[in-house]
């Protein structure tokens, strides 16, 4: 209730009014049945706007940190992380990933849809970066179509590190729909999976016209190492 309280009362008017969203493929969106939105990650508003302009309702899963804050600010952090349809997920330890697929998956599995960061975290420099895999053993394991979503200029209204979004035109682009019912019962299989990630990561390209790095981007965000003392 409160998702679409905030959606189309509260949140969403707001929203619309002040950035204007110019959206360009959104009937690629399918009506019904479980759908996989794939997208890159500019910023921390796109998990927003996705939502915002998107009639069915978006899934997302965050890091349970987000929902444990003390005080008025916790309170506020986790208010708007419920409003917006986003499931916490312990992310410590080495089941992380799995648990965040798992969570996903439920959602598939009642026909829902789901949002995804196949990068992992936002991009360091606006490129687009080597997707994980996850977002093909999602895709493999529910039996849903993959469409691929292009932020395409989030980082301008809201840099990685702003709080206060700047007052722009926000655009974002959906792309036809993705089907890998061909490689159904591969889930599991490392070249099948890496092939599909790579498919959507370039479909994102195409659509979003960032340079693509063929890395991952938490590498760029890793600390360098202190050279040894001599």
């Given amino acids: 209730m409160l998702y679409w309280l905030l959606k189309y009362v509260i949140l969403g008017p707001l929203l619309k009014l002040i950035f204007r969203p110019q959206v360009e493929g959104l009937h690629n969106v399918p009506a019904t049945g479980p759908v996989i939105l794939a997208s890159n990650h500019l910023s921390f508003s796109d998990s927003i706007f996705t939502p915002l302009i998107t009639a069915r309702k978006v899934t997302f899963v965050a890091k349970a940190e987000y929902f444990t804050g003390k005080g008025i600010k916790g309170w506020l952090t986790k208010m708007f992380f419920v409003g917006t349809g986003t499931i916490p997920v312990d992310r410590s330890g080495g089941r992380a990933a799995r648990a965040?697929?798992?969570?996903?998956?439920?959602?598939l599995r009642?026909?829902?849809?789901?949002?995804?960061?196949?990068e992992g975290t936002r991009s360091p420099d606006g490129r687009l970066y080597r997707g994980k895999t996850g977002v093909a053993r999602l895709a493999l394991e529910s039996g849903a179509v993959v469409v691929p979503v292009a932020m395409l200029n989030a980082d301008e209204i809201q840099p990685p590190g702003k709080l206060i979004p700047k007052i722009d035109r926000v655009r974002i682009r959906f792309g036809a729909p993705l089907d890998f019912s061909r490689y159904a019962g591969l889930a599991g299989d490392?070249?099948?999976e890496r092939a599909v990630t790579d498919e959507i990561m370039y479909e994102l390209m195409e659509l979003s016209g960032r340079e693509?790095?063929?890395i991952y981007a938490q590498k760029l965000k890793e600390p360098i190492p202190a050279p040894l003392a001599a």
């Avoid at 965040?100 to 959602?107: F, G």
């Fill in 190 to 192: 490392r070249f099948v």
């Fill in 100 to 107: 965040a697929l798992d969570t996903q998956l439920q959602v």
């Fill in 212 to 214: 693509y790095v063929d």
């Fill in 110 to 118: 009642a026909g829902g849809v789901a949002g995804i960061y196949p």
